[in-house]
């Protein structure tokens, strides 16, 4: 699942590449869940997804924050 959803974080990413992102609270989509699964947080490490979860992210200082409430995160299609 977490490599699936790079393609979908393209749209959010800041201009400027952050060494941290952090989507907070945001609804993900995936296939493995039948429904989306609620105030999901993402952290994203040098272009990589690191984790997906409902717990706080402990992020460097300086990490660039999305507030994604009221969002969805859907998987993408990687080749």
């Given at each position: 699942m977490v490599a699936h959803l790079a393609a979908a974080?393209?749209?959010?990413?800041?201009?400027?590449?952050?060494?941290?992102?952090v989507i907070e609270q945001v609804a993900v989509v995936?296939?493995?869940?039948?429904?989306?699964?609620?105030?999901?947080?993402?952290?994203i490490r040098d272009g990589r997804i690191v984790s997906v979860g409902s717990r706080p992210v402990h992020a460097m200082s300086g990490a660039v924050r999305i507030d994604g409430r009221g969002r969805f995160l859907t998987p993408g299609i990687m080749d």
């Open positions: 974080l393209l749209w959010l990413a800041p201009a400027v590449p952050a060494a941290e992102l995936s296939p493995q869940h039948s429904k989306p699964q609620p105030k999901q947080n993402v952290l």
